[in-house]
C-alpha cells in the first residue's frame, strides 16, 4: 500500500477561491477537505469541492484526441489531430474569409491560468472578427461599466463585506454562488457577521433565495423593474437632500470628470421617477422606497451590490450604472465597507486589453463588438443566416453554448449544420456532440493553478500557487499546448513578423508554460516594492509562493483611487448622457405603447427568472454522481395561489410556453417566489442524444434557456435577457395518471 500524502490545492471549481487539503496516495484521491491554514477561506469549502475528485476519476473524460467518423468517434494522435485542425480552418478562411471561423469560450477558462494567458494567441492566430463568449450572458454589464467609468473593462470593485454594516442586495444569491464577481468563501459566516455588528442585509429579490433567508429583511421585486427601483431610490437622495457632504464624497467630486455638470444631470434624469409613481410597476411600496433609501443614505458603512438577476435582464447596464452612482453619491466607493478596488498580486490587467466599443457590428443583426467580441445571442443566427460572412466553423473553448445561452434549440441546430466545428474539451457534451475533432485538455488536478481574475474580485487581497496534484499523463496535453500548437501550425506560411512571434513565443513558452508569466506579473506586481528588487530572492514572485502552499494574506481592501483609475486623466468618467439614453426605453416598456399592448393579451403571463444551487455551477458538474444525487433539482417554482389557479398539484408535471419553444418539468410548490413569478434552474437539459456523460444523462433536467428568446437583449449591452421572460404554463396529466 503506498504512504498517504498531503496535498494543499486552491479549488477552481466556483469564483471562491477555497483552500483545500487533499489526502492521496501517488495515484488516488482519498479525501478533500477545507485547508484551516488558508488566509482566504480558512478552512471552508462547499459540497463541489469533492467534484474534483469525481472529474479525475470520471470514465466519460476523454483522454486522447478524438476524430467524428462514420463508425462514430476514433481515438487519433495529437499529430493527426493539430495537422488536420489546421488545414481544417485554414481552407475555411481561404475560401470563405477570416470570419468565417467563429470562437465560443466557455465559464471554465476564467477558472484555469493556461487558458487566461495563451488563449489569446489563438484568437490572434484567427484573426476573426466573429468572438463569442459566456460574458454576454452574465457579466458584460459590469465590464462595460468599468471600461466607461474606470478605463478599464476589469477594474470591477467589489463590496467591502466584512467592513460594511448596511449591505443592499440585488438579484444577486451569494450563499448559493458563494459570491460572483465577489469572491467570497465561508459567506454564511459573513453575513452572519454584518448581523452580529449590528448591521443590516436587505435582499431584493423576485425569489426568497437562500441568502434572502439570512438577511435582515426581503422585498419581492417584480422582474425586470430593479431600474425603476434604483431610479427613484436616486431621486429619493436628491428630493429629501440626504446626498452628504463629507470627505469621502468630496474626494469623489474631486476625481470625477465635470463633476458639478454630471451631478445636476443626473438629478434632471431621475427627477420623474418617484417613489409613488414607481410603486405598482416594482411591486414595492413608496414608503418602502423612501425608508429604504433613508437606510442606506444614513449607515456608516454601507454597500450597494447587484449580480446575475440584475446584469441578465432587459436593462442590465442602466441597473449596474444606477447601483453604482448610488455609491458615488453617497460616497460608498474607495471607502472602508463600501465599493472597493483590489490589489492583487499578478495584476493581469496589465496584460488584458483595456476595451473598446463599437469598432464593428455583427452582419446580421449589426449588434456592436465590446472588446472583440459580439453578444454571444447573434451568433446562432450568424451561423444560420446566408450571405457573405457567414460562420462556416467553430471552435468550442471549454464551452456549452446549447445550454448556457438564448434559444438553445436553434443554437443547437445552428452547430449541427456547421462545415467543421473543434472542440477544446474533455467532455463530450450537447454543444461538443456536433464537433468533428475533439482536443481534451488535462483534467484541473493534472495543471498548475493561480487565480488570475478572482483574485481581481476577491473582498481580501491575498495570493496562492496550487501546484498540480499529479503529473500530466504521458501523450495528454494542456490547454496551453493546445493553443500554442494550433497557433503555430495557423501561423504557418504568414508573413516573417508573424511567423517570427509565434515563432519566440514557443522557444519561450512551450516547457515552462504559464509559469514565466505568472512570475514575470507577480514581480511587477504591486507588492513588489517592499519585498526587494526584480531580481531579489525576497520579491514577491512564484517561487516565493511555492515556498507558502496555503498562501500569502495580503491584507485588507484599501483605498486606491485615483491611481486604480485607467483613464489617462485619472478621473471617473460618469458618461450619464450615453447611459441615461436608455431611460426612453424605460418609459416605452413601462408607460408606453410596449406597456399597454401587452396588457390586452387574454391570458397575462408569467415572468420566468432562473436560479442556482450550491451543488451546481451552470452546466458542467452535472455528471458528478455526488453533486445531482437525491431530489430532482430541477423543478418549476411556483407560488401556491397560481399553482391553484392553473390547477397545479405538486409534482404535477406543467408545460411552459414562450416565444421560442416549450419546456415540461415538475412543479414545486412554494412561497418562496412572488406571485406571477416562476424559476426554473439554469445549466440542465442533458436529455439530447450522442452527449457521453452517464451521470447527467441520469439526471437530464430541462434546459430553460430552450425557451429564453435570442432576441431580447439588453440593448445598451448587448448581453442577453434570461430573467423576465414572458411565458405561459399547462398543467399536464402525469404519465402514471394516462
Not at 475560401?95 to 484568437?123: K, R
Not at 421617477?273 to 410603486?279: D, H, K, S, W
Not at 449589426?366 to 450568424?382: K, T
Not at 426554473?680 to 447527467?696: D, M, N, Q, Y
Request: glycine share 6%; charged share 20%.
Amino acid at each position: 500500500m503506498k504512504a498517504e500524502q498531503t496535498h494543499y490545492q486552491s479549488c477552481v471549481l466556483c469564483e471562491a477561491m477555497c483552500g483545500l487539503v487533499i489526502q492521496h496516495d501517488g495515484t488516488k484521491i482519498l479525501s478533500i477537505k477545507g485547508d484551516k491554514n488558508d488566509p482566504f477561506s480558512q478552512g471552508y469549502i462547499c459540497p463541489k469541492a469533492m467534484a474534483l475528485k469525481d472529474i479525475y476519476e470520471d470514465d466519460d473524460r476523454i483522454k486522447h484526441p478524438l476524430l467524428k467518423t462514420d463508425r462514430g468517434w476514433q481515438e487519433i494522435s495529437w499529430q493527426q489531430a493539430f495537422d488536420k485542425t489546421a488545414l481544417a480552418i485554414k481552407q475555411i478562411q481561404a475560401e470563405y474569409g477570416q470570419d468565417a471561423i467563429a470562437t465560443y469560450l466557455g465559464n471554465p477558462n476564467v477558472h484555469n491560468t493556461g487558458s487566461m494567458l495563451f488563449v489569446p494567441w489563438l484568437l490572434k492566430a484567427l484573426h476573426s472578427k466573429n468572438s463569442y463568449s459566456a460574458t454576454s450572458v452574465d457579466q458584460l454589464p459590469h465590464q462595460m461599466l468599468s471600461y466607461f467609468l474606470f478605463g478599464h473593462q476589469l477594474q470591477i470593485p467589489v463590496p467591502d463585506i466584512d467592513r460594511c454594516d448596511f449591505f443592499l442586495m440585488l438579484g444577486a444569491n451569494p450563499a448559493a454562488s458563494n459570491g460572483s464577481l465577489m469572491s467570497a468563501p465561508n459567506i454564511k459566516k459573513r453575513l452572519a457577521a454584518i448581523k452580529d455588528r449590528g448591521g443590516k442585509i436587505i435582499v431584493i429579490d423576485p425569489r426568497k433565495t437562500e441568502t434572502a433567508s439570512l438577511a435582515s429583511s426581503h422585498h419581492f421585486i417584480q422582474p425586470g423593474s430593479d431600474a425603476l427601483l434604483l431610479l427613484a431610490m436616486i431621486q429619493t437622495l436628491y428630493a429629501e437632500n440626504l446626498i452628504p457632504i463629507n470627505a469621502a464624497t468630496k474626494k469623489l467630486a474631486a476625481i470625477t470628470l465635470n463633476w458639478e455638470q454630471e451631478r445636476d444631470n443626473i438629478k434632471t434624469y431621475v427627477e420623474t421617477y418617484t417613489p409613488e409613481r414607481v410603486a405598482d410597476k416594482t411591486g414595492i411600496s413608496a414608503d418602502e422606497i423612501k425608508h429604504l433609501t433613508r437606510d442606506f443614505a444614513s449607515a456608516q458603512h454601507a454597500v450597494c451590490y447587484g449580480r446575475m438577476g440584475v446584469s441578465t435582464q432587459q436593462f442590465g447596464l442602466l441597473c449596474q450604472y444606477l447601483i453604482m452612482l448610488l455609491n458615488i453619491l453617497t460616497g460608498r466607493l474607495d471607502q472602508q465597507g463600501g465599493m472597493m478596488f483590489t490589489r492583487p498580486a499578478a495584476n493581469i490587467l496589465k496584460a488584458v486589453p483595456k476595451g473598446h466599443f463599437d469598432r464593428y457590428r455583427s452582419r446580421v443583426r449589426q449588434r456592436p463588438e465590446f472588446s472583440g467580441e459580439l453578444p454571444v445571442a447573434v451568433m446562432a443566427e450568424e451561423m444560420l443566416v446566408e450571405g457573405s460572412g457567414k460562420i462556416k466553423a467553430l471552435i468550442n473553448i471549454a464551452g456549452n453554448p446549447v445550454l448556457s445561452t438564448p434559444n438553445g434549440q436553434q443554437m443547437d441546430k445552428a452547430l449541427e449544420q456547421l462545415d467543421f466545428m473543434l472542440a477544446i474539451d474533455f467532455y463530450i457534451n450537447e454543444s461538443n456532440r456536433h464537433a468533428n475533432i475533439i482536443l481534451p485538455p488535462v483534467s484541473p488536478l493534472e495543471r498548475d493553478h493561480y487565480d488570475l481574475v478572482f483574485n481581481l474580485l476577491a473582498v481580501r487581497n491575498t495570493a496562492k500557487f496550487s501546484k498540480a496534484l499529479f503529473k500530466k499523463p504521458q501523450n495528454t496535453q494542456h490547454d496551453w499546448q493546445i493553443f500554442l500548437q494550433l497557433a503555430k501550425r495557423l501561423f504557418k506560411g504568414r508573413t516573417w513578423r508573424e511567423s517570427a512571434s509565434i515563432k519566440l513565443l514557443m522557444m519561450f513558452f512551450l516547457k515552462s508554460g504559464p509559469k514565466l508569466l505568472l512570475d514575470i506579473l507577480l514581480r511587477t506586481g504591486p507588492y513588489s516594492h517592499f519585498l526587494g528588487s526584480f531580481f531579489s530572492s525576497k520579491h514577491l514572485s512564484l517561487a516565493r509562493l511555492k515556498a507558502q502552499p496555503h498562501g500569502i494574506d495580503l491584507g485588507e481592501l484599501s483605498p486606491c483611487l485615483p491611481q486604480a483609475l485607467w483613464h489617462e486623466d485619472k478621473t471617473i468618467h460618469l458618461n450619464t448622457a450615453f447611459f441615461m439614453a436608455d431611460l426612453q426605453r424605460v418609459d416605452d416598456i413601462f408607460w408606453g405603447s410596449a406597456n399597454a399592448n401587452s396588457g390586452k393579451t387574454k391570458q397575462k403571463p408569467f415572468l420566468l427568472i432562473g436560479r442556482r444551487h450550491i451543488r451546481s455551477n451552470n452546466s458542467w458538474l452535472h455528471n458528478s454522481l455526488r453533486l445531482v444525487k437525491g431530489r430532482n433539482r430541477c423543478t418549476l417554482h411556483i407560488h401556491p395561489d397560481d399553482a391553484l389557479h392553473n390547477g397545479i398539484t405538486s409534482g404535477q408535471t406543467v408545460k411552459v410556453t414562450s416565444v421560442s419553444g416549450a419546456i415540461e418539468l415538475p412543479a414545486q410548490i412554494t412561497n418562496t417566489i412572488k406571485r406571477g413569478v416562476l424559476s426554473i434552474p439554469h445549466g440542465w437539459g442533458h436529455h439530447r442524444e450522442g452527449i457521453f456523460l452517464s451521470t447527467a444523462s441520469r439526471h437530464a433536467g430541462v434546459s430553460i434557456n430552450d425557451i429564453s428568446d435570442e432576441t431580447a437583449l439588453d440593448v445598451l449591452s448587448g448581453n442577453a435577457v434570461l430573467n423576465g421572460i414572458a411565458v405561459s404554463i399547462t398543467a399536464l396529466k402525469n404519465h402514471e395518471e394516462t
